[in-house]
């Protein structure tokens, strides 16, 4: 379809979040839509999204299909899949279904639109920057005592992220009602006595075991 060929040539989806566990930007659904809209316009095209629900074993998935269709009813689709989360701490049905959704929506959109989003977390440089920054440094010349915690801190918070297709405020959120603390972000877990940050510790290892 010269349509859609013509909206990948030209779009340039951005990064418009955020995660501080592992400090690097990424692109949500939303933010491809956004790029995207104008660009369809422009062909005389339009994009639309769907969902469904599949039981795949004895596991939820939300199936989520992304349509292109020209102005002579041409049309090209791509689905994407993202699994509903079985430990529902923190968040009610709804919620669980929604985030599901989101990341579904967004993996169909980018195998649509040729989007690789498979970069940035992974690379070695991003791994150092993440480390560093759960650890701490200090540029004075003499460096600042590690503490292990704030390290594991921020590896279980991406587990738990990728385990139960949640993001990171969730993850915040999740801690914030079990232990009654305002954890916000990662400062704020910085912040805790070390009694509080060993009992948080140990509550992320009973979530990703």
């Known amino acids: 379809m010269k349509e859609l060929i013509e909206i990948q040539s030209k779009l340039e989806a951005p990064k418009g979040q955020y995660n501080t566990f592992g400090k690097y930007a990424y692109r949500s659904a939303e933010d491809i839509l956004g790029a995207v809209k104008p660009l369809a316009t422009e062909q005389k095209a339009s994009i639309t999204l769907?969902?469904?629900?599949?039981?795949?074993?004895?596991?939820?998935?939300?199936?989520?299909?992304a349509t292109i269709t020209n102005e002579v009813g041409e049309s090209f689709s791509t689905t994407g899949f993202a699994r509903e989360s079985e430990n529902k701490k923190g968040m009610d049905d709804s919620q669980i279904s929604g985030s599901a959704s989101s990341y579904a929506r967004k993996y169909a959109l980018n195998g649509l639109l040729a989007i690789d989003d498979t970069k940035d977390a992974d690379s070695n440089e991003q791994r150092q920057q993440t480390t560093n920054a759960a650890t701490g440094t200090q540029?004075?010349?003499?460096?600042?005592?590690?503490?292990?915690?704030?390290?594991?801190?921020?590896?279980?918070?991406?587990?738990?992220?990728?385990?139960?297709?949640?993001?990171?405020?969730?993850?915040?959120?999740?801690?914030?009602?079990?232990?009654?603390?305002?954890v916000n972000e990662f400062m704020d877990f910085v912040k805790l006595s070390e009694q509080k940050k060993q009992t948080i510790i140990n509550f992320m290892r009973n979530s990703v075991s």
């Open 50 to 65: 769907s969902d469904d629900v599949v039981l795949v074993g004895n596991r939820i998935y939300m199936k989520a299909t």
């Open 139 to 182: 540029s004075s010349g003499k460096a600042k005592q590690k503490n292990p915690l704030h390290s594991e801190f921020g590896k279980l918070a991406k587990k738990i992220e990728s385990k139960n297709n949640i993001d990171e405020q969730q993850v915040y959120s999740i801690i914030s009602g079990q232990f009654g603390l305002k």
